[in-house]
């Protein structure tokens, strides 16, 4: 099992940015996906972006060209880069990791280790 701890979130007007941090700890010489989930006030958690232990990247149409991830294996640590925020972007954000057997998942039952969420504002 992997300990996910997330950073970085806090409140922004629309169009800035924030970089979150999801550092990771345990097992963490094991292969995993990451994945960032976020749910809004009163929506159903949804998947943001993610990487496969591999380096290959997957994104919500709703945040392509807007959002980066980025890992630093030397701190077992992933970022994901939030640029030109929309107020739509306001909510809680996960990170979120599952062993990295068999194609990239964006299902949120198929991931086995959360982190507890960091929160992200953004102000019209």
């Known amino acids: 099992q992997v300990r996910l701890v997330e950073s970085g979130g806090g409140l922004v007007q629309a169009g800035g940015s924030l970089r979150l941090s999801c550092a990771a700890s345990?097992?963490?010489?094991?292969?995993?996906?990451i994945a960032w989930f976020r749910q809004a006030p009163g929506k159903e958690r949804e998947f943001v972006a993610g990487?496969?232990?591999?380096?290959?990247?997957f994104w919500a149409d709703s945040v392509t060209g807007r959002f980066a991830i980025s890992r630093d294996d030397a701190t077992n640590t992933i970022y994901l880069q939030m640029n030109a925020l929309k107020p739509e972007d306001t909510a809680d954000y996960y990170c979120?990791?599952?062993?990295?057997?068999?194609?990239?998942?964006?299902?949120?039952?198929?991931?086995?280790?959360w982190g507890q969420g960091t929160r992200v504002t953004v102000s019209s």
């Open positions: 979120a990791a599952r062993p990295g057997s068999g194609p990239y998942s964006h299902v949120i039952t198929h991931y086995s280790s």
């Open positions: 990487m496969k232990w591999s380096g290959d990247t």
């Open positions: 345990g097992r963490t010489s094991s292969m995993y996906d």
